[in-house]
């Protein structure tokens, strides 16, 4: 009975924890919206090192928000590989369990660039550093491969997750082939990262409020870059269907990620 109160007190603790952590999560991004990032546009004329601070800004309050979480006993993490990530022009492709994937991710990354959903340019506590650090929005359309290769080839390195959304809770994973086309078409080699979370929580159909009876435990491993002139070989040159080969080739690898990630 004892041991029942405890923990219905805990889980309790870390529903208002987490409220607490999402809350200065929205107030720092509007902070940065209406002080800094201003403030950058003035003093910076430069548009590439403007971008380059808005970005590394983020990084800053994306790993702060990460500390914020583990001290506050919501979350604990392991990172194998990250010294990988140090490295220019990535082009990152990790799968998506839960909300805070990339907050993670960046926290890692200090010049990085996102393809994210429109509708973050028009909140209001997300638009500022959206705007500022020049992330790519999803309803760019046919443009949207060119500028994901441009901001590669300008040295940046670019998360994408290849589902495009959040994994749903029954675990079913559909890749779109944007994130292949990317790659193909920008003869660029990818850096996968598989995540997993244990208990699952901040998933696609569960509410935020719904936490789980323990913290939240993410293991983030970055693996050894895959080789993409080997799809483009197979496929004869054919960058449709070196990209159809390739997302095949992610779907399994992801899916055999997380069954490896289960085991440990």
Request: include cysteine.
């Amino acid at each position: 009975m004892i041991n029942r109160a405890l923990t219905s007190l805990e889980r309790s603790w870390r529903v208002i924890a987490t409220a607490f952590a999402f809350m200065c999560f929205g107030l720092g991004g509007l902070v940065l919206g209406i002080c800094f990032f201003p403030a950058l546009n003035f003093f910076v004329r430069e548009n590439d090192n403007r971008t380059r601070l808005a970005r590394f800004a983020v990084h800053l309050n994306f790993k702060l928000f990460i500390l914020l979480m583990r001290q506050l006993g919501i979350l604990r993490f392991e990172i194998e590989g990250v010294e990988k990530l140090s490295r220019p022009s990535l082009l990152i492709l990790a799968n998506h369990p839960t909300l805070i994937d990339v907050v993670h991710l960046v926290s890692l990354i200090p010049n990085a660039d996102c393809v994210v959903k429109a509708g973050l340019a028009k909140n209001i506590f997300t638009r500022g550093p959206v705007r500022a650090t020049n992330y790519i929005c999803n309803d760019s359309g046919v443009g949207l491969i060119e500028d994901c290769i441009a901001s590669l080839k300008n040295g940046s390195s670019l998360v994408i997750f290849p589902e495009g959304t959040r994994t749903p809770v029954n675990g079913e994973m559909k890749l779109q082939r944007g994130a292949a086309n990317i790659a193909v078409r920008g003869q660029c080699n990818i850096t996968p990262v598989s995540i997993s979370c244990a208990p699952l929580s901040l998933t696609k159909g569960l509410a935020w409020w719904k936490v789980p009876a323990k913290p939240m435990k993410f293991i983030i491993k970055v693996h050894n870059d895959i080789e993409i002139s080997p799809f483009i070989e197979q496929a004869s040159g054919e960058s449709a269907l070196a990209a159809r080969y390739l997302t095949n080739y992610l779907h399994l690898y992801f899916l055999e990620k997380r069954r490896t990630h289960a085991g440990t």
